[in-house]
């Protein structure tokens, strides 16, 4: 009789299952299969570390992973590693900046920001904030060409004052 009611169970928990997996949409499943395995593998250590197969330090490395991979992209983030690794990972699109090893002057600068010679005060802030707001590393952009567009305001402002 236990044998019936553990099939029954099995196969109520099958249909259960396969009906959630065509209704949920794909992300949750993948989440979820994906909780579900780093669980069964933490479980998996947990019963070879107490039934003596594996040594306890190994199971607590192994229970480490699910955490360490839950909380690195925000020790990251608080490190300041995450933008860096972020955007050297990306190649920029834009093909206007100067390059990094020439030194900025004043018609780099000009040619950066896309303005003319004898730009006024207001062009130059206008054309820097157009830039950055498609180029700015929150948005996907290149952290270097930030700062070399940053560099060209400040050197064309400085120019201006004088």
């Known amino acids: 009789m236990i044998r019936l009611l553990i099939?029954?169970?099995?196969v109520f928990g099958a249909i259960y299952l396969v009906r959630w997996f065509l209704t949920t949409p794909a992300e949750t499943v993948a989440a979820n299969i994906r909780k579900s395995l780093w669980l069964l593998l933490g479980l998996g250590l947990i019963v070879l570390a107490i039934t003596g197969k594996l040594n306890i330090i190994f199971a607590f490395i192994g229970s480490a992973i699910p955490f360490i991979a839950?909380?690195?992209?925000?020790?990251?983030?608080?490190?300041?590693?995450?933008?860096?690794?972020?955007?050297?990972?990306?190649?920029?699109?834009?093909?206007?900046?100067?390059?990094p090893t020439q030194a900025m002057n004043r018609q780099n600068a000009l040619r950066l920001l896309g303005l003319q010679d004898g730009a006024s005060k207001e062009e130059i802030i206008e054309a820097h904030k157009r830039l950055m707001q498609?180029?700015?590393?929150?948005?996907?952009?290149?952290?270097?060409?930030?700062?070399?567009?940053?560099?060209?305001?400040?050197?064309?402002?400085k120019e201006h004052e004088h």
């Open 70 to 99: 839950r909380h690195l992209p925000n020790v990251l983030r608080l490190l300041g590693l995450a933008k860096s690794i972020h955007a050297n990972g990306k190649k920029t699109k834009h093909n206007n900046a100067a390059a």
């Open 7 to 10: 099939l029954l169970a099995i």
């Open 134 to 157: 498609k180029v700015h590393p929150d948005k996907g952009g290149s952290e270097e060409l930030a700062t070399q567009i940053n560099h060209a305001k400040e050197l064309l402002l």
